[in-house]
T-cell receptor, first 118, second 112 residues
Framework: NAGVTQTPKFQVLKTGQSMTLQCAQD?????MYWYRQDPGMGLRLIYY???????DKGEVPNGYNVSRLNKREFSLRLESAAPSQTSVYFC?????????????????FGPGTRLTVL | GQQLNQSPQSMFIQEGEDVSMNCTSS?????WLWYKQDPGEGPVLLIA?????ELTSNGRLTAQFGITRKDSFLNISASIPSDVGIYFC????????????FGTGTSLTVIP
């Protein structure tokens, strides 16, 4: 049971290049998330997918696209990388809030992808 | 988005001392979570809280869901060097769907 896995672990891009960050979870979770973490800024939500087949913008979606490929996998794409996208990217998953009153939810994180855009 | 104010920003303590940190929000949350992040790693869940007033322990860590539902507290007793890291609070609002909102973190340094 690996939890949340992310690939690659490290990546260096030149301005204008594109790439896709991969994320998979084996906990049968409904919801998945992409965050970026910059020094002193905490975790900021880029996009999330409340359930398979849906995606929604978070706080900082500009310059990114996402695909919820199936229940397990949620990818993040940078179409034309910019130096401002240099960051650490975390994928997370949670069971989600389906189930009515008294529902509880907990979020688990992957190990992160360290991206540098030159 | 929702703002979570986490304090203190950083702490430098002697090994063996107790630690307290807290998170406050202008909104009522339904869930509070506390995470620890080591350098170069992803955040690891420490404690989850789901009811106002709830007090939950995980070893030397104790967290509480504030009565007003707008705050949460994390205490670490008898700190040890491996407690070093950044601690984050996170809250979830049912009214905004499945989103979680994060504090900016408390950096803890333990001096042996």
């Amino acid at each position: 049971n690996a939890g949340v896995t992310q690939t690659p672990k490290f990546q260096v891009l030149k301005t204008g290049q594109s790439m896709t960050l991969q994320c998979a979870q084996d906990m049968n979770h409904n919801s998945m998330y992409w965050y970026r973490q910059d020094p002193g800024m905490g975790l900021r939500l880029i996009y999330y997918s409340a359930s398979e087949g849906t995606t929604d913008k978070g706080e900082v979606p500009n310059g990114y696209n996402v695909s919820r490929l199936n229940k397990r996998e949620f990818s993040l794409r940078l179409e034309s990388a910019a130096p401002s996208q240099t960051s650490v990217y975390f994928c997370a998953s949670s069971r989600g809030l389906a189930g009515g009153p008294g529902r509880t939810d907990t979020q688990y994180f992957g190990p992160g992808t360290r991206l540098t855009v030159l | 988005g929702q703002q979570l104010n986490q304090s203190p920003q950083s702490m430098f303590i002697q090994e063996g001392e107790d630690v307290s940190m807290n998170c406050t929000s202008s909104s009522i949350f339904n869930t509070w979570l506390w995470y620890k992040q080591d350098p170069g790693e992803g955040p690891v869940l420490l404690i989850a809280l789901y009811k106002a007033g709830e007090l939950t322990s995980n070893g030397r860590l104790t967290a509480q869901f504030g009565i007003t539902r707008k705050d949460s507290f994390l205490n670490i007793s008898a700190s040890i060097p491996s407690d070093v890291g950044i601690y984050f609070c996170a809250g979830q609002l049912w009214s905004t769907g499945n989103q979680f909102y994060f504090g900016t973190g408390t950096s803890l340094t333990v001096i042996p």
